[in-house]
């Protein structure tokens, strides 16, 4: 038996499910689910930046791995700080989800489509900073809460819109014998953004699974789930979060993908909240040379942008 930390949220146990049906298809392992609440679960009345500690949301399911009390942690990859923790690994990286945002409105209308003075919700400043870029009379609002909070401030016509995460929506609202909840039952329509439109959060869409770093046997199960391309793809991206020592409030992303000839391309974006700028670019290389790529990318970010 294979016992999996997880946060409480509907998403969280959902991707956690998911996870688990694919760990015992692959290894004939038996798991458990333990779900349990983080720090920003535990205070959802403030904004993450008001928060003094790194990896808000998922401080109590790694301590449980490393006191014993579970075998695995379940995090959405990009939850996870830049620094690694000493005395655990991220044994698998499944194949990853859609990783693009979404524009979430009740007419289904695309971003250029959204009107100029648009009432758009996100806490994200990734995403505030993006959308500024294009339509800068929009109004963007905070907005913090679980999918289903965030979607029906939508259909109650408090907002506009609201961007989420492609992937957060596929693992949800999948059917209950897949761990989700089933359809959503809201008048409400999604177009994806392209790269183009909105740079995606470095490792959005991937799940890391994380292990003690002695647990060999865990280890070893693992490495029947781990996907090689979304591992590449993700280490690049968060190679390039480590180079503009960001973490997960950071104004950044990253988008990794498989170049026709075997290779990786990093498109990467980098915000300046106080002068509301944003830079992009991209950069390319080989297929094991993502870390090169990424730490190169972020550093000439960085310096564009003033260090």
Same mark, same amino acid.
């Given at each position: 038996?294979?016992?999996?930390?997880?946060?409480?949220?509907?998403?969280?146990?959902?991707?956690?499910?998911?996870?688990?049906?694919?760990?015992?298809?692959?290894?004939?392992?038996?798991?458990?689910?333990?779900?349990?609440?983080?720090?920003?679960?535990?205070?959802?009345?403030?904004?993450?930046?008001?928060?003094?500690?790194?990896?808000?949301?998922?401080?109590?399911?790694?301590?449980?791995?490393?006191?014993?009390?579970?075998?695995?942690?379940?995090?959405?990859?990009?939850?996870?700080?830049?620094?690694?923790?000493?005395?655990?690994?991220?044994?698998?990286?499944?194949?990853?989800?859609?990783?693009?945002?979404?524009?979430?409105?009740?007419?289904?209308?695309?971003?250029?489509?959204?009107?100029?003075?648009?009432?758009?919700?996100?806490?994200?400043?990734?995403?505030?900073?993006?959308? #500024?870029?294009?339509?800068? $009379? /929009?109004?963007? @609002?905070? &907005?913090? *809460?679980? +999918?289903?909070?965030?979607?029906?401030?939508?259909?109650?016509?408090?907002?506009?819109?609201?961007?989420?995460?492609?992937?957060?929506?596929?693992?949800?609202?999948?059917?209950?014998?897949?761990?989700?909840?089933?359809?959503?039952?809201?008048?409400?329509?999604?177009?994806?953004?392209?790269?183009?439109?909105?740079?995606?959060?470095?490792?959005?869409?991937?799940?890391?699974?994380?292990?003690?770093?002695?647990?060999?046997?865990?280890?070893?199960?693992?490495?029947?789930?781990?996907?090689?391309?979304?591992?590449?793809?993700?280490?690049?991206?968060?190679?390039?979060?480590?180079?503009?020592?960001?973490?997960?409030?950071?104004?950044?992303?990253? #988008?990794?993908?498989?170049? $026709? /000839?075997?290779? @990786?391309? &990093?498109? *990467?974006? +980098?915000?300046?909240?106080?002068?509301?700028?944003?830079?992009?670019?991209?950069?390319?290389?080989?297929?094991?040379?993502?870390?090169?790529?990424?730490?190169?990318?972020?550093?000439?970010?960085?310096?564009?942008?003033?260090?």
């Amino acid at each position: 038996m294979i016992r999996i930390a997880t946060r409480r949220s509907a998403l969280a146990r959902a991707q956690a499910f998911q996870t688990g049906t694919r760990i015992t298809d692959r290894t004939g392992q038996p798991v458990e689910l333990v779900p349990m609440s983080s720090t920003g679960d535990d205070h959802p009345e403030r904004r993450v930046e008001a928060f003094d500690v790194k990896g808000i949301f998922i401080d109590t399911i790694r301590q449980a791995v490393l006191d014993g009390d579970c075998d695995v942690a379940v995090h959405s990859f990009k939850d996870l700080p830049t620094d690694p923790h000493p005395d655990l690994m991220v044994g698998a990286i499944p194949g990853r989800q859609d990783p693009r945002d979404l524009l979430v409105t009740r007419e289904g209308r695309p971003f250029s489509a959204l009107p100029a003075g648009a009432i758009v919700g996100t806490s994200s400043e990734r995403r505030k900073l993006q959308l #500024l870029r294009v339509k800068p $009379g /929009l109004q963007v @609002l905070p &907005l913090r *809460g679980n +999918l289903d909070t965030r979607l029906r401030k939508v259909a109650d016509g408090e907002f506009d819109a609201v961007v989420v995460a492609l992937a957060g929506l596929k693992r949800l609202y999948t059917s209950p014998d897949r761990g989700g909840v089933g359809p959503l039952d809201l008048p409400l329509k999604a177009v994806p953004l392209e790269p183009g439109e909105m740079v995606p959060a470095p490792a959005q869409g991937a799940i890391a699974i994380e292990c003690r770093a002695d647990d060999a046997r865990t280890a070893s199960l693992l490495e029947a789930v781990d996907h090689l391309p979304s591992r590449k793809a993700v280490e690049t991206e968060r190679a390039f979060l480590a180079a503009i020592e960001g973490g997960c409030t950071t104004p950044a992303g990253a #988008l990794c993908t498989l170049t $026709g /000839l075997g290779g @990786l391309e &990093l498109l *990467g974006m +980098l915000g300046d909240p106080v002068n509301r700028r944003v830079l992009r670019l991209s950069t390319a290389g080989g297929f094991d040379q993502g870390t090169e790529i990424g730490t190169r990318l972020g550093e000439e970010m960085r310096e564009a942008l003033g260090g």
